[in-house]
DNA sequence: TTGAAAGCGATACCAC
DNA sequence: GTGGTATCGCTTTCAA
């Protein structure tokens, strides 16, 4: 039976509320009292009780928001998932979410967004956007006024963001290095179709499976490196153009959106000895992967990330004396056919 | 918000006691009202709250008692792991959860364990035991007591438990076919070590590999296939007998322990090329991984699995109208030596 | 600046 | 059989 706010009471002869005001930092208590409140909570070893917590906590209207750019890109369909999860279970606690949806990753349309989002008064926000100044400033701002930020899938590091909730993009690309350097021996010419040159996890992926490349002592050269911005016409139509041009590319390494176009290329050329390096799980992937013509896919465990964001702000307004949350990093999960 | 025992005493015309009374089915109740009751609880969507039911559930003592042969086996130390973050978890609640320790697979020492742990009381538990008549028949009798049981990592279906929560073995050897035939298109001509043959786990990991080695159109044959008891020294021997007599042999597929005994043997007769096929993350295995003497290892979530189980009990507790829990099969999970 | 008391939702227990 | 009430731990409000 851990040590209750009652107890504390009692040993310093106070009362309750008092207590519960200096656990709270808030002002008028006497600063003596609220020292020997401390010392003593501390002595005692004293943890709030969560059952305790959330049902006092009804009584306030408690509203997280989570904003994400999934329109459009089924990526995203996992992670709004999460977010589900975990509303379903604070429904319980009284409190809300709700799911800001965005298109695309232009900058200004997130920053509308987000001072929206702080205008609305939420008591924490979960955030997948861009990491540009700008938008660090924003969100600077937000948690300045003590609102906890949690970044989702993408990090914001210079933020104020009380956490990053998502993949590692280095170790996915070495784990597609990895991959590959167990199936083939040979030398490989790589075909890299990045999504943007300007989203840093896209970048982070290419530079791991460079280093896991190296790490593998995989001998190898990158043909070419081109952005498709996630659209499969484009990596389609890059794709073909490419495999014509060099007949000897072995692999593609795709970094983001665009897989089914490369795919289509791959096998309308016949050229299906290439290896079609792949992330995530979206239902083209999965189609690929099953019926053979690609061999695994790097996933990331989308649907935690939206839960565990908004459990870490549940958290963070839980267990308000700590006011520390960890990093949440998921796994990098190989799929192949058989253990989709 | 949600609807209140409160709201539906009022509604009812009757007191919260009533209302709880008929709830939890105790008897001493009208029929009539209790009929009432149900029907605009059923009517109202009632969901009982979480932090209310917590709260309350502070003034019983509630013990969960956990089960498992992890004494000499190191796989099951993250299983405990898990369920020591599920009992730091439930410990707000005043719930304590005891772990019981066993040595091997004896039925009788597993009886004799269960039938102790009946005796001191628990509210719940998990179990991890043989899938065997008498340990079903011992398991029945505590789940017809109302005492909810969970099996975790091996599942004893006819006792009457709750659910299952752990790997399925047959997709695991599927994965581990599906493995080997992306990384070798030659004939296979494999040895396999097993545990026991009376282990129902290590049946199937065998059986899913060899369905994966068929869909794979893998073509292999089964050069040995032989019981190590979990025993390296055993495996050592084992592998090394086979493999001299052998020399066609190209992958060995270890089901269980003895991982680290067959790899010494390879190693020691330098037949480095033979695939070794490996399951869980103990150190020697992730070891030959890193090192890259073992390709990758097949696991399975132990850690969650001991948390889910403790979980699944206190649901179970919480949401006692529905008397239903799902089983919880973790992810079939592919490591190599990037992506550990 | 502090204390006392009410209330969040569910439950246990004592009266009637 | 049923209603009323105290209680779990914490927060908030109203007095003092």
């Given amino acids: 039976m851990s040590v209750t706010i009652k107890e504390i009471a009692a040993a310093a002869g106070v009362s309750r509320g008092t207590v519960d005001r200096v656990l709270h930092n808030r002002k008028d208590v006497n600063p ?6 401390r010392e003593l909570s501390d002595k005692m070893g004293y943890i709030p009780n969560r059952a305790g917590k959330m049902l006092a906590a009804r009584k306030q209207q408690i509203r997280f928001g989570c904003m994400l750019p999934d329109i459009g890109n089924p990526f995203f369909d996992k992670v709004i998932e999460g977010f589900k999860r975990a509303a379903a279970e604070l429904k319980d ?8 949806h965005l298109r695309g990753f232009n900058a200004q349309t997130h920053i509308d967004a987000i001072r929206k989002m702080a205008a609305a008064g939420y008591s924490g926000m979960c955030l997948t956007t861009l990491d540009v100044p700008e938008i660090q400033q924003e969100i600077y701002t937000i948690t300045q006024n003590g609102i906890p930020v949690v970044s989702v899938n993408t990090d914001i590091p210079d933020s104020g963001r009380i956490c990053y909730v998502g993949t590692d993009y280095i170790k996915a690309g070495r784990t597609a290095a990895g991959m590959l350097s167990l199936i083939s021996k040979n030398e490989q010419k790589i075909l890299i179709i990045s999504g ?13 499976f460079r280093m896991g490349l190296e790490e593998h002592n995989v001998p190898y050269s990158i043909v070419n490196t081109v952005e498709a911005f996630d659209d499969n016409d484009d990596s389609y139509k890059l794709t073909r153009n490419t495999l014509l041009e060099h007949p000897e590319i072995t692999s593609i390494f795709v970094v983001a959106g665009g897989v089914p176009g490369a795919y289509r290329a791959v096998k309308e050329l016949d050229r299906r000895s290439i290896y079609i390096l792949a992330f995530d799980e979206l239902p083209e992937i999965r189609h ?14 989308p649907e935690m990330q939206g839960y565990v964001g908004v459990m870490r702000l549940f958290s963070w307004l839980m267990e308000e004396g700590k006011k520390n949350a960890n990093d949440y990093i998921t796994q990098t999960i190989i799929k192949i056919a058989d253990n989709m």
């Fill in 93 to 100: 606690y009284g409190i809300k979410v709700d799911i800001i």
């Fill in 32 to 37: 003596e009292v609220a020292q020997q409140v």
């Fill in 288 to 301: 690929a992967v099953k019926e053979g013509g690609i061999g695994f896919t790097i996933c990331q465990e």
């Fill in 196 to 208: 943007s040159f300007h989203i840093r996890g896209h970048n982070e992926r290419i530079k791991g």
